[in-house]
């Protein structure tokens, strides 16, 4: 594959710290700003070069429709983590405890590039079920990697818990006073504020792997 331009380069290592530091992708005017460059046409043929490596896919007519695709690393080595059925309301996910990580897990695994995992502990995946989070390009049967933690910063997106409604959602987290507000990625949707004695954090979200037709 031909090698990236430095600027090609800048501008892919740009969406990935854009991705994990808000949970959803850059518009081509943040690229230009984040990356220094004065006009928009030049990111988008950038853009272009990316989507035809494979690097990433564009959906027209979306502000922030650019994916990430997932590529496999240089030994083109994968990871096997367990799957723990699908992230909707009804029951909280069966994540194991860690001193019993991997004798519990799922009877169904998935492998993924190495890259996606790195070093981490405690990873997993969820099948999506549902569109509140449509506009961070997570859609109905999609696939999201998560890390099992009981924490998060503010904004990143997460599968919460919550105790009341026994029902469990992918939400953004936010701090608010007295309060957590979990907020969708769907303009469509208005978010859930509720106080927090009610959330227990199960993981968040590492990777998106699209699941197509």
């Given at each position: 594959m031909k090698k990236l331009s430095s600027r090609a380069?800048?501008?892919i290592d740009f969406i990935h710290r854009f991705w994990e530091e808000r949970g959803y992708p850059p518009t081509v005017r943040d690229i230009?700003?984040?990356c220094g460059v004065s006009s928009t046409?030049?990111?988008?043929?950038?853009?272009?070069i990316l989507e035809r490596?494979?690097?990433i896919r564009r959906h027209a007519g979306v502000s922030r429709g650019i994916e990430i695709l997932p590529r496999p690393s240089?030994?083109?080595?994968?990871?096997?983590?367990p799957v723990f059925g699908q992230i909707a309301a009804g029951e909280p996910i069966p994540v194991p405890a860690p001193d019993a990580w991997g004798?519990?897990?799922?009877?169904?695994t998935m492998d993924v590039p190495e890259e996606l995992i790195r070093a981490r502990t405690g990873v997993y995946a969820l099948r999506v079920k549902g569109k509140s989070m449509v506009d961070a390009l997570i859609n109905n049967g999609d696939?999201?990697?998560?890390q099992a933690v009981d924490v998060v910063e503010n904004g990143e997106m997460a599968a919460v818990w919550l105790r009341a409604e026994k029902?469990?959602?992918?939400?953004?987290v936010y701090l608010e006073p007295g309060r957590i507000r979990l907020q969708p990625a769907n303009s469509q949707m208005k978010p859930i504020y509720t106080g927090l004695d009610n959330v227990e954090i199960q993981g968040k979200v590492l990777a998106v792997i699209r699941q197509l037709a």
């Open positions: 380069r800048r501008i230009a700003h984040g046409s030049v990111v988008d043929y950038n853009l272009s490596g494979g690097y240089s030994s083109g080595s994968c990871l096997t983590v004798v519990a897990a799922s009877a169904e696939i999201v990697l998560m029902e469990v959602t992918l939400k953004k």
